[in-house]
């Protein structure tokens, strides 16, 4: 067989076997039971706090490890993360998904707040991104207003604005910063709002729906998408350009093409991509695919 079919169809294969024996659509990778059942009432992105291959379910699989590094790309999976006490923030736990250590020019965390938990500040000229996962955290803006942020709620915060973050019982955000990159005449303000209220966009050629979190106008230098795709829906773009990605899946499962490699992925997984490598993605699996995703825009690369 030639070297380029074999590159395509091994990786197809592996993501047949894994699959094969999960007959219940909150499944995952591979046929061991979640240790914890999903019943109708749990809430939105639960399987990214509870994916199903948690570190306990690799008990029997010393150092075995879905997670990636490659120089222009890397797949984080739960597994992988490591939480730890996070500078000047209370009570909460941060695990770093992606930072300028692999090349990126912003950060991705996953935070975990709980009683008394209380945020510290960007470090100066960086603005903030705020996605809740899971639970309820209240934001007290710059002229001291409360905001409540439930699950599927999110905020962006101007670099050099104060403001606090605060939660008294568990909860989950993703974060992103990045050094805010200004332009003359331009000044971006606080934004807040939840998925389901952002309309839809029109995306030609391409089956997908895809709402937009943040102005598409110039005061703002980075995007957050959400993307929803059915299952058997897939990019019909195999995408290479300029800018740099920050991916996290929220629901469901699929394969990524990130370069030449083929990567199947879950609720949980976290994905960094480098500018210029090509990118394809695909909804498998029985339910919806819905996945985060950071993207730099309206700033000229030069």
């Known amino acids: ?56 379910h690799l008990q029997d699989l010393p150092g075995f490890t879905r997670s990636v590094y490659k120089r222009d790309h890397a797949l984080i999976t739960p597994e992988s993360q490591v939480f730890s006490p996070l500078p000047n ?52 803006d710059a002229f001291g207003i409360t905001h409540q942020l439930n699950a599927d709620f999110f905020a962006y915060i101007p670099a050099n604005t104060k403001h606090l973050l605060q939660s008294d019982s568990m909860t989950v955000l993703v974060i992103f910063e990045r050094r805010y990159v200004s332009q003359e005449g331009f000044y971006p303000e606080q934004i807040i709002g939840s998925t389901d209220k952002q ?64 990567y199947p992925v879950q609720a949980g997984d976290a994905i960094w991509m480098a500018p210029f490598v090509p990118q394809w993605y695909a909804a498998l699996g029985k339910t919806r695919s819905r996945y985060l995703l950071y993207k730099d825009v309206n700033r000229d690369p030069l």
Not at 92 to 116: C, D, N, R, W
Request: net charge negative; aromatic share 12%; glycine share 6%.
């Open 1 to 56: 067989m030639h070297s380029g079919a074999q590159a395509l169809v091994l990786p197809l294969l592996f993501y047949l076997a894994i699959t094969s024996d999960a007959s219940a659509a909150d499944k995952g990778f591979c046929s061991v039971p979640s240790l914890h059942s999903k019943p109708n009432s749990q809430p939105n992105y639960w399987k990214v706090t509870n994916p199903t291959l948690s570190p306990s």
């Open 89 to 140: 923030w209370v009570n909460a736990l941060g695990a770093y998904l992606i930072s300028p250590a692999t090349g990126s020019h912003f950060t991705m965390y996953l935070v975990k707040m709980q009683e008394e938990s209380r945020s510290a500040l960007p470090s100066k000229d960086v603005e903030r991104f705020v996605f809740v996962l899971q639970g309820s955290s209240l934001l007290v």
């Open 199 to 262: 309309p839809l966009v029109e995306t030609p050629g391409e089956v997908f729906e895809l709402r937009k979190l943040l102005p598409t106008s110039t005061p703002y230098d980075f995007n957050i998408h959400i993307m929803d795709f059915q299952p058997g829906e897939y990019l019909n773009v195999k995408e290479v350009h300029y800018n740099q990605h920050g991916l996290l899946l929220l629901e469901g499962q699929g394969i990524y093409r990130l370069g030449d490699n083929w």
